[in-house]
């Protein structure tokens, strides 16, 4: 089946640093993935949806400045969670659809950040 | 707006004890709908895409089916290792970037 890895699967960083994670689609090319947040006991956010050479959409509320997003490649995409507060503490998970499928969408083991 | 809804919130069953989670939706055009797994801590695991109704889709226990507002999630003789939430989304044909609308989820637990 269709894997999305995701990388650290977990981080803990100083409040005021900047955090990166990387997404990617081990055997297949997605030219839409998405960053979605969740919160224990609650489903899945959609922060922003990234496009291949593109820059991402962010969905209301979002700041773009604070979540920068690249989508370089076809198979890579990165989250950085820029100046992090202990308030950016979440579970992050990265999504990517097929483009060469029908359309499924498969997500990524996720990445647990603790802001100190 | 897009809405999607599940029902229970939570299911408790007892090992081989069938039951059925409820996914209803209210949209303009639905181009798919979705069912994953997910277990505590990890990411969804994705289960089945259902595209019109009348449409079924079988793994292992489960089966999923579909009709024009609603799609089920039947567990057949469930097990201890089926305990997840199981997540139902949907997409249309109006969503931008063709995102996709989740429900609340439903967290099932199954006991020996």
């Known amino acids: 089946g269709a894997v999305v890895s995701q990388h650290p699967s977990w981080v803990i960083c100083k409040s005021g640093t900047s955090v990166k994670i990387e997404c990617r689609s081990l055997d297949f090319q997605a030219t839409t993935m998405f960053w979605y947040r969740q919160f224990p006991k609650q489903s899945l956010m959609l922060m922003a949806t990234?496009?291949?050479?593109?820059?991402?959409?962010?969905e209301q509320g979002v700041e773009k400045d604070k979540f920068l997003i690249n989508h370089a490649s076809l198979t890579l995409s990165t989250l950085t969670v820029t100046s992090a507060h202990p308030e950016d503490s979440s579970f992050y998970i990265c999504?990517?659809?097929?483009?060469?499928?029908?359309?499924?969408?498969?997500f990524g083991p996720g990445t647990r950040l603790t802001v100190t | 707006e897009d809405q999607v809804t599940q029902s229970p919130e939570a299911l408790r069953l007892q090992e081989g004890e069938s039951s059925s989670l409820n996914c209803s939706y209210t949209?303009?055009?639905?181009?798919?709908l979705f069912w994953y797994r997910q277990d505590p801590g990890k990411g969804p695991e994705f289960l089945f895409t259902l595209y019109s109704a009348g449409e079924e889709k079988e793994k292992e226990r489960l089966k999923a089916t579909l009709t024009k507002k609603e799609s089920f999630l039947h567990i057949t003789a469930p097990k201890p290792e089926d305990s997840a939430t199981y997540l139902c989304?949907?997409?249309?044909?109006?969503?931008?970037?063709?995102?996709?609308?989740f429900g609340g989820g439903t967290r099932v637990l199954v006991k020996p």
């Open positions: 989304a949907v997409r249309t044909f109006k969503a931008a970037g063709n995102k996709l609308t």
């Open positions: 999504s990517a659809r097929d483009s060469g499928g029908v359309g499924e969408q498969y």
């Open positions: 990234s496009n291949e050479g593109s820059k991402a959409t962010y």
């Open positions: 949209v303009s055009g639905l181009r798919g």
